[in-house]
């Protein structure tokens, strides 16, 4: 049987222990954090300063703030510090009061207008906590018809991270291809694509709206389907309004952004023309839908490195969801 530390070897492994818990909770490792202020405890039971970092740890890892609180009550007889854990306590049943009065000062919720476009939120939030997406700090908020946006469900403080989202629920050119017939006949059939992300987003959302076990249908469903707002889309008289804005400026290049937008759409009819020449059910998608999907995802696309490219699509924290 192993004999017990000394009390002052057991003290400093305590304290190294703690340190080491604070550098994991710092970088964000808040489970290994847990584990080692656990094991700090085992060896200092009574140490306030333990407990206490014990507690900030637990509501790192979002547990309810109230449990929190019921974890410190418990402890504080034992502690030898009674005051710093009864301080504590304090300031988090402040910050429980702050969050309750945030939520009741917000005067509008996720169910402010209804419809049809606050029901696609919602599935799409169930499908990304389903996914792993964490969006406790964050809510949708629709205050109009296709017009959304996004309130702090409760207090964020400086340094928090507002929502992660996993690998697994990333668009990649790789998950469209393995979850979209369509995407798979295209790029199966070595037709040249100069943006080639574009395209297979185009089929990804296409495929997935219609395929309701697709691991993409909420993602695809939550797509805007009036694009009106888009300059992309303007009539030549709407187009006469961008005149003086900075949409008219020269670039370097001598071209202004409606220059531009006017060859990108030459340059997405001649791609589509391809992939149709090349794929002729690509066709189900006609050339307007492919303007509008290419569109749509292009405003919502990532840079990262990534095995094809660099392109992804982050569902929630694209502008499907949060800024469109």
Same mark, same amino acid.
């Given at each position: 049987m192993a004999s017990k530390p000394a009390p002052e070897a057991?003290?400093?492994k305590?304290?190294?222990?703690?340190?080491q818990a604070s550098e994991?909770?710092?970088?964000?490792?808040?489970?290994?954090a847990l584990e080692l202020i656990d094991s700090a405890l085992s060896l200092a039971p009574r140490s306030a300063d333990f407990t206490v970092e014990r507690a900030e740890i637990l509501c790192?890892?979002?547990r309810p703030r109230a449990e929190v609180v019921s974890y410190l009550r418990g402890m504080t007889k034992?502690?030898? =510090?009674?005051?710093?854990? %009864?301080?504590?306590?304090?300031k988090i049943e402040e910050e429980i009061t702050q969050d309750e009065n945030w939520a009741k000062s917000t005067h509008c919720n996720l169910h402010s207008v209804g419809g049809e476009e606050t029901k696609k939120l919602d599935r799409l939030m169930d499908w990304g906590k389903k996914s792993g997406v964490d969006v406790s700090k964050i809510k949708l908020v629709e205050y109009a018809e296709d017009f959304r946006g996004v309130h702090a469900a409760k207090r964020i403080k400086k340094g928090d991270v507002i929502m992660s989202v996993p690998e697994k629920a990333v668009v990649t050119f790789e998950s469209i291809v393995a979850n979209s017939p369509l995407a798979k006949l295209v790029f199966d059939s070595g037709v040249k694509l100069e943006r080639e992300m574009t395209t297979a987003?185009? =089929?990804?959302?296409?495929? %997935?709206?219609?395929d309701p076990k697709n691991y993409w249908h909420e993602y695809a469903e939550s797509f805007p389907n009036d694009v009106s707002t888009y300059p992309y889309f303007?009539?030549?008289k709407e187009m006469e309004y961008l005149?003086?804005?900075?949409?008219?400026r020269k670039n370097l290049n001598a071209r202004s952004r409606v220059e531009r937008m006017r060859e990108n759409v030459g340059k997405c009819k001649e791609e589509y023309k391809s992939v149709c020449d090349k794929v002729r059910e690509f066709a189900e998608i006609s050339f307007k839908e492919y303007l509008t999907l290419t569109t749509l995802a292009t405003s919502r696309q990532f840079w990262v490195p990534t095995a094809r490219g660099r392109c992804v699509t982050v569902p929630i924290v694209g502008k499907h969801c949060l800024a469109w």
């Open positions: 057991a003290a400093l305590a304290k190294k222990l703690a340190e994991a909770a710092f970088l964000s490792f808040h489970t290994k790192e890892l979002g034992d502690c030898d =510090c009674v005051e710093k854990v %009864a301080k504590e306590i304090r987003m185009a =089929c990804i959302v296409h495929d %997935a709206r219609k303007y009539s030549e005149k003086g804005c900075s949409m008219e």
